[in-house]
């Protein structure tokens, strides 16, 4: 297993580190996502003198992905990150920004996301786990590999999935859903396992997916967020310094991680189109469509979560 020592450089010089946390995910160590974790290690590095090491384990190798808040439920890392919706059979409440059609800008994702988090820090801890920041994916967009006209076109195609909502939109589209790791996705595709999918052009970009993608259709459906945790009993088995630490940091990084996001969704459409993805937009009867799928997906989803998704949407859609 390959971890990768956040501190050792910036610490050069400082005492042994006195604690170090394994943090799992299932994500690249080129993910901004990851990139972004190792600076908030490194931030915790120097504010706490080397007092706590923080050890990143990418790529699904200590955990995978769909795995990661249950391995650290259970101690096999202190700290993870993951998908919040890969939590939603758990806690369903994880599972609020990935509703189609319901956040369309950064703006409203950040809003979103204030109005989602007690509920959110709430159920974490239920579980023994303490949310620290939460930072979103571009939005997500439609890639395909054909070009996407009306709802029927997607029947019978291989439509790889992520998640309960992606899942969702496959079968109510009629296409065969096909579980693909982030990390799998170019490899999927070489061997035609796959022919279109909804993820962001960004997660595009990472995989490379120019050659078998031709079309890339900006639908904005979502911001799936992906949050970043520690077990209670990690956190508080802290010296209290340390633990302002970690929360200082942690503030800094889902500022910092929601501007990289922001900047990459604009700069990952423009790298789709020069590697030769055509951008298009989606018929009028395709968008109608999906926005009706994603009506009948969020009554799905508040059935599910019950009161609690009032708490959110009842303050999203009346802001005072
Ligand atoms: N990329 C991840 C999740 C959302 C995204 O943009 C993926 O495709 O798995």
């Known amino acids: 297993m390959k971890a990768i020592l956040i501190a050792a450089l910036v610490a050069a010089g400082a005492a042994h580190a006195q604690t170090s946390w394994k943090l799992a995910t299932g994500y690249r160590v080129e993910s901004f996502h990851t990139q972004n974790i190792l ?25 995978k992905l769909a795995d990661i808040s249950t391995a650290v439920q259970q101690g096999k890392a202190e700290a993870g990150e ?14 609020a920004d990935s509703i189609p059609f319901v956040v369309t800008s950064y703006k409203d994702a950040q809003r979103l996301w204030k109005l989602q988090r007690p509920g959110l820090e709430k159920h974490f801890s ?47 589209l009629g296409a065969k859903p096909v579980d693909v790791a982030m990390v799998d996705v170019g490899k999927a595709l070489a061997e035609g396992r796959m022919d279109n999918m909804i993820t962001s052009a960004l997660t595009g970009v990472e995989n490379k997916v120019w050659g078998p993608i031709k079309y890339y259709y900006e639908i904005n459906a979502w911001f799936p967020k992906n949050a970043v945790f520690v077990s209670n009993k ?35 459409t423009e790298e789709l189109r020069a590697n030769g993805v055509k951008i298009e937009r989606i018929s009028p009867e395709l968008d109608q469509e999906i926005k009706r799928m994603g009506e009948k997906f969020s009554r799905e989803w ?19």
């Open 39 to 63: 600076q908030f290690g490194r931030d915790v590095d120097t504010a706490t003198r080397g007092g706590l090491l923080i050890q990143v384990y990418p790529n699904n190798t200590l955990a």
């Open 82 to 95: 993951t998908i919040m919706t890969s939590m939603v059979k758990e806690m369903p409440l994880a599972g």
């Open 126 to 172: 239920e579980r023994g786990l303490k949310l620290l920041y939460a930072v979103p994916w571009p939005p997500q967009g439609l890639h395909s590999n054909k070009p996407v006209r009306g709802p029927t076109d997607f029947r019978g195609t291989q439509m790889r999935t992520y998640n309960q909502t992606t899942l969702r939109i496959a079968e109510m």
């Open 234 to 268: 990690a956190f508080d088995a802290l010296k209290p310094e340390a633990r302002a630490a970690v929360l200082k940091a942690a503030a800094e990084a889902e500022v910092r991680g929601w501007q990289a996001s922001q900047a990459l969704a604009a700069s990952a």
């Open 302 to 320: 508040i059935r599910s979560v019950g009161n609690e998704a009032n708490d959110i949407f009842v303050p999203y859609y009346m802001p005072q």
